[in-house]
T-cell receptor
Framework: EADIYQTPRYLVIGTGKKITLECSQTMGHDKMYWYQQDPGMELHLIHYSYGVNSTEKGDLSSESTVSRIRTEHFPLTLESARPSHTSQYLC?????????????FGPGTRLTVL | QKEVEQDPGPLSVPEGAIVSLNCTYSNSAFQYFMWYRQYSRKGPELLMYTYSSGNKEDGRFTAQVDKSSKYISLFIRDSQPSDSATYLCAAGGSQGNLIFGKGTKLSVKP
């Protein structure tokens, strides 16, 4: 079944820990995205990728990094988590096409840094 | 000025009402427009996709795009309590990423 998967769904960790949020898609899409969204607030694009070995920074400055070694996998890493990183992180994917570019979202990872 | 403007609400209506949600945008290069529904603590779910101007209907939902006035709308007929969610509009052009509105929080009261 075509879908977007994010793990973990919830994560509570202490300050200074390194964490990786996983995102995988079986949609056959080439473009993938990471958004950050605080409760009741708007989406902020933090990273995106056109395909394998492509990574771009989004509109919101972020201390996280991403990698794209496989088409279907787009993990996000925080080297040293801080309380200011507490938020919901949403992964999305789409075709990289001017005519078919609807973005589909995963369920999100809710991160709390103590 | 943000490229996509959306009134955050909240908007509260009785069950069965017709709901009108609206956004304006400023970039004439935008060609495709979307509406997403987001329940609390969930990821956004794509509801409607429209390319260029015109109307699109899907069940109780109708999306309208008026490129001359840079205005996009989502109408929900016979609204239900299960429609209570935040609705996000989004717009984009062939060269860039989607630009999202802030979202309108809708509450449908039984």
């Amino acid at each position: 079944e075509a879908d977007i998967y994010q793990t973990p769904r919830y994560l509570v960790i202490g300050t200074g820990k390194k964490i990786t949020l996983e995102c995988s898609q079986t949609m056959g899409h080439d473009k993938m995205y990471w958004y950050q969204q605080d409760p009741g607030m708007e989406l902020h694009l933090i990273h995106y990728s056109y395909g394998v070995n492509s990574t771009e920074k989004g509109d919101l400055s972020s201390e996280s990094t991403v990698s794209r070694i496989r088409t279907e996998h787009f993990p996000l890493t925080l080297e040293s988590a801080r309380p200011s990183h507490t938020s919901q992180y949403l992964c999305a994917s789409s075709f990289h096409s001017p005519y078919r570019n609807e973005q589909f979202f995963g369920p999100g990872t809710r991160l709390t840094v103590l | 000025q943000k490229e996509v403007e959306q009134d955050p609400g909240p908007l509260s209506v009785p069950e069965g009402a017709i709901v009108s949600l609206n956004c304006t945008y400023s970039n004439s290069a935008f060609q495709y427009f979307m509406w997403y529904r987001q329940y609390s603590r969930k990821g956004p779910e794509l509801l409607m996709y429209t390319y260029s101007s015109g109307n699109k209907e899907d069940g109780r939902f109708t999306a309208q795009v008026d490129k001359s006035s840079k205005y996009i709308s989502l109408f929900i007929r016979d609204s239900q309590p299960s429609d209570s969610a935040t609705y996000l509009c989004a717009a984009g052009g062939s060269q860039g990423n989607l630009i999202f509105g802030k979202g309108t929080k809708l509450s449908v009261k039984p």
